[in-house]
Nanobody
Framework: VQLQASGGGLVQAGGSLRLSCAAS????????IGWFRQAPGKEREGVACIGRSDSSLYYTESVKGRFTVSRDNAKETVYLEMNSLKIEDTAVYYC????????????????????WGQGTLVTVSS
Protein backbone atom coordinates (compact mmCIF):
# COMPACT_ATOMS: atom_id res chain seq x y z
CA VAL A 1 0.00 0.00 0.00
CA GLN A 2 1.42 3.35 -1.03
CA LEU A 3 0.03 6.85 -0.85
CA GLN A 4 1.68 9.85 -2.44
CA ALA A 5 0.52 13.31 -1.41
CA SER A 6 1.33 16.30 -3.59
CA GLY A 7 0.19 19.81 -4.39
CA GLY A 8 1.44 21.71 -1.40
CA GLY A 9 3.24 25.02 -1.68
CA LEU A 10 3.35 28.64 -0.67
CA VAL A 11 0.18 30.65 -1.11
CA GLN A 12 -1.09 33.99 0.14
CA ALA A 13 -3.95 34.16 2.59
CA GLY A 14 -7.23 33.96 0.71
CA GLY A 15 -5.70 31.82 -2.01
CA SER A 16 -6.36 28.25 -3.05
CA LEU A 17 -4.52 24.98 -3.43
CA ARG A 18 -5.54 21.51 -4.46
CA LEU A 19 -3.82 18.58 -2.83
CA SER A 20 -3.76 15.16 -4.47
CA CYS A 21 -3.29 11.76 -2.89
CA ALA A 22 -2.38 9.07 -5.38
CA ALA A 23 -2.88 5.50 -4.22
CA SER A 24 -1.21 2.33 -5.40
CA UNK A 25 -1.04 -1.24 -4.23
CA UNK A 26 -4.65 -1.41 -3.13
CA UNK A 27 -8.14 -0.72 -4.41
CA UNK A 28 -8.92 2.84 -3.44
CA UNK A 29 -12.69 2.50 -3.25
CA UNK A 30 -12.36 -0.29 -0.68
CA UNK A 31 -11.11 2.18 1.92
CA UNK A 32 -12.01 5.42 3.59
CA ILE A 33 -9.33 8.06 3.06
CA GLY A 34 -8.39 10.88 5.36
CA TRP A 35 -6.52 14.14 5.10
CA PHE A 36 -4.65 15.15 8.21
CA ARG A 37 -2.37 18.02 9.07
CA GLN A 38 0.27 18.73 11.62
CA ALA A 39 1.56 22.18 12.43
CA PRO A 40 4.79 22.72 14.41
CA GLY A 41 4.24 21.96 18.07
CA LYS A 42 0.72 20.67 17.53
CA GLU A 43 -0.87 17.27 17.36
CA ARG A 44 -1.87 15.75 14.08
CA GLU A 45 -5.54 16.48 13.40
CA GLY A 46 -8.11 15.16 11.01
CA VAL A 47 -8.99 17.80 8.44
CA ALA A 48 -11.32 15.93 6.13
CA CYS A 49 -12.23 12.32 5.54
CA ILE A 50 -14.18 10.61 2.81
CA GLY A 51 -15.80 7.24 3.25
CA ARG A 52 -16.03 4.46 0.73
CA SER A 53 -19.10 6.27 -0.52
CA ASP A 54 -18.88 9.93 -1.49
CA SER A 55 -21.96 10.51 0.64
CA SER A 56 -19.95 9.99 3.81
CA LEU A 57 -17.84 13.05 4.47
CA TYR A 58 -16.27 14.65 7.50
CA TYR A 59 -14.74 18.09 7.91
CA THR A 60 -13.21 19.56 10.98
CA GLU A 61 -15.07 22.69 12.04
CA SER A 62 -12.32 25.14 11.09
CA VAL A 63 -12.37 24.14 7.40
CA LYS A 64 -16.08 23.70 6.78
CA GLY A 65 -17.20 25.73 3.79
CA ARG A 66 -13.61 26.23 2.62
CA PHE A 67 -12.25 22.73 1.97
CA THR A 68 -13.73 19.98 -0.18
CA VAL A 69 -12.61 16.36 -0.22
CA SER A 70 -13.39 14.19 -3.22
CA ARG A 71 -12.23 10.98 -4.81
CA ASP A 72 -11.74 9.72 -8.35
CA ASN A 73 -11.58 5.96 -8.06
CA ALA A 74 -10.78 5.53 -11.73
CA LYS A 75 -7.64 7.60 -11.21
CA GLU A 76 -6.99 6.07 -7.78
CA THR A 77 -6.72 9.58 -6.40
CA VAL A 78 -8.29 11.56 -3.58
CA TYR A 79 -8.27 15.35 -3.64
CA LEU A 80 -8.46 18.10 -1.08
CA GLU A 81 -9.56 21.39 -2.57
CA MET A 82 -8.60 24.22 -0.22
CA ASN A 83 -10.05 27.68 -0.73
CA SER A 84 -9.94 30.89 1.29
CA LEU A 85 -6.77 29.69 2.94
CA LYS A 86 -5.79 31.19 6.27
CA ILE A 87 -2.43 31.53 7.95
CA GLU A 88 -3.56 28.97 10.52
CA ASP A 89 -3.94 26.39 7.75
CA THR A 90 -0.15 26.26 7.51
CA ALA A 91 0.95 22.69 8.21
CA VAL A 92 2.25 19.49 6.70
CA TYR A 93 -0.70 17.71 5.15
CA TYR A 94 -0.89 13.94 5.00
CA CYS A 95 -3.27 11.53 3.37
CA UNK A 96 -3.94 8.16 4.89
CA UNK A 97 -6.00 5.06 4.21
CA UNK A 98 -8.22 3.26 6.67
CA UNK A 99 -6.83 -0.14 7.59
CA UNK A 100 -10.22 -1.80 7.34
CA UNK A 101 -13.09 -1.80 4.87
CA UNK A 102 -15.29 0.27 7.15
CA UNK A 103 -17.48 2.43 4.95
CA UNK A 104 -17.85 5.64 6.94
CA UNK A 105 -15.74 8.79 7.03
CA UNK A 106 -16.21 8.77 10.81
CA UNK A 107 -14.20 8.74 12.96
CA UNK A 108 -11.65 10.90 11.20
CA UNK A 109 -8.85 10.23 13.66
CA UNK A 110 -5.30 9.01 13.07
CA UNK A 111 -5.42 5.68 14.92
CA UNK A 112 -7.93 4.30 12.47
CA UNK A 113 -5.75 5.09 9.47
CA UNK A 114 -2.83 2.73 9.10
CA UNK A 115 -1.25 3.59 5.76
CA TRP A 116 0.21 7.07 5.42
CA GLY A 117 1.71 9.13 2.65
CA GLN A 118 4.83 11.22 3.14
CA GLY A 119 3.17 14.61 3.61
CA THR A 120 3.16 17.82 1.62
CA LEU A 121 3.85 21.23 3.13
CA VAL A 122 1.28 24.00 2.85
CA THR A 123 2.45 27.46 3.84
CA VAL A 124 -0.01 30.32 3.91
CA SER A 125 1.51 33.79 4.11
CA SER A 126 -0.06 37.12 4.98
Amino acid sequence: VQLQASGGGLVQAGGSLRLSCAASGFTLDDHAIGWFRQAPGKEREGVACIGRSDSSLYYTESVKGRFTVSRDNAKETVYLEMNSLKIEDTAVYYCAADGTHYYSAYPCRPPRFTSWGQGTLVTVSS
